[in-house]
Structures are given as C-alpha cells and as structure tokens.
C-alpha cells in the first residue's frame, strides 16, 4: 500500500472579509465536486487523465461556503468513482494518522486525512452509502451525512442520483456545526415528526 498526500490539487479559494461568520476556517473538498479552473477526479488514472476540463461552475455547496468566508485549500483524493469503502484505490491511499499503517477509509478518504492531518478545519465530502461517516469513524473526526436534498448536489459528480448527498467531515464538534449550518438554509432545516432516544445509551 502507497501513502499520498491528501490533496490532489492546491488551491486558494475564498473571500476575504474577516467579518463573514466562517472567516476563520481552512476547508478541502472531495475532487468529484466541481470548482471552477480545478480538474474533477474520480480516483481513477484513467478517467482523469480523459476528463481535464475544468471548464465547470463551481458547486453550490462549496459556494455557499465561500460566500460565507471558509477558505478552501485543496480538492482531494477519493476512492475509485467513490465505491470503495476503505479509501484505497491505484492512485494511492491517503494517510490516516489515527492507526499505524491503517487505511482512511473511503470513499472521501482524502477529505477525512486532510482534516486528521490538519491540513484543514473541516471537508466538503459526499455520501451515498457511508462515504463520509466510514472514513470519519476511521480517522477518528466528527461528520455528517446530510438528509437528502438539504443540500445542493449541483456540481457533483453523481454516484447514485437519487440517494447522493453531500456532507460535511471536522476535526470538532463546533466546526461541523457551523459549517453544516451555512450549508442549510432556512427552508432546509424541517423540524423533525418524531424523535427517538435508545435509553440504553444512557445508562
């Protein structure tokens, strides 16, 4: 197994004014979410080397950010077309600092190393089947898999259309929420019909 760095391509992509509310956080994204001038990736040699184009809107949701001040720093690795659940693909494996030698998890590994290794605050990733809280639980962050349509997929490359979302990776319980909180507008945010609690949990 070959370890790489999370981060596919650099990037410096934000808004500066120190008064929007996320000013002070640093932010990667999953490379099959679109960003104007920056390559997407599927994790495959193959695709990526046929699919340079960078001739694409930026996505929603990673819009929606930077309006609200988040820097990002890096598009990044993912596993191959986003089906692998242990973050491996012919690439190479993104570095989970958590466990000697231990796989990220996938598929939005290079999103969830990017934050464990401290490159970023938090990471824009997608999860169709536990994309984004596998590689979060492995690495040892926090997440979220957002309900469906709470947020735009608009710019992501889709995996399976009707059960793709997008979510969010954080070294914090703070971060991801305020993250997850911008990306959720008013219209979004349905209180729920009913809650659940497992008293076991709590004993």
């Not at 209180?191 to 008293?199: D, E, G, S, V, W």
Request: aromatic share 8%; glycine share 10%.
């Amino acid at each position: 197994m070959t370890f790489i760095n999370p981060i596919l391509y650099t990037i410096n992509y934000r808004e500066y004014d120190p008064s929007l509310p996320l000013y002070h956080l640093k932010g990667t994204v999953k490379a099959n979410i679109a960003i104007n001038r920056i390559p997407l990736s599927q994790g495959n040699k193959i695709w990526d080397d046929n699919n340079r184009s960078t001739n694409h809107e930026t996505a929603d949701c990673i819009r929606k950010l930077v309006n609200s001040g988040a820097h990002f720093k890096g598009t990044c690795h993912l596993s191959a077309f986003a089906f692998d659940l242990s973050g491996e693909n012919g690439i190479g494996t993104p570095l989970n600092p958590s466990v000697l030698n231990g796989v990220p998890g996938g598929s939005s590994s290079g999103s969830a190393s990017s934050v464990a290794n401290y490159v970023a605050d938090f990471s824009i990733g997608t999860d169709t089947g536990g994309s984004i809280r596998i590689p979060a639980a492995y690495c040892g962050l926090w997440s979220i898999r957002t309900t469906f349509n709470a947020i735009s997929t608009k710019g992501v490359i889709p995996t399976g259309p009707q059960y793709d979302t997008v979510g969010v990776i954080a070294k914090t319980g703070a971060v991801l929420k305020s993250v997850t909180d911008a990306l959720l507008d008013s219209t979004s945010q349905m209180p729920p019909k009913k809650l659940f609690a497992i008293i076991e949990l709590f004993e």
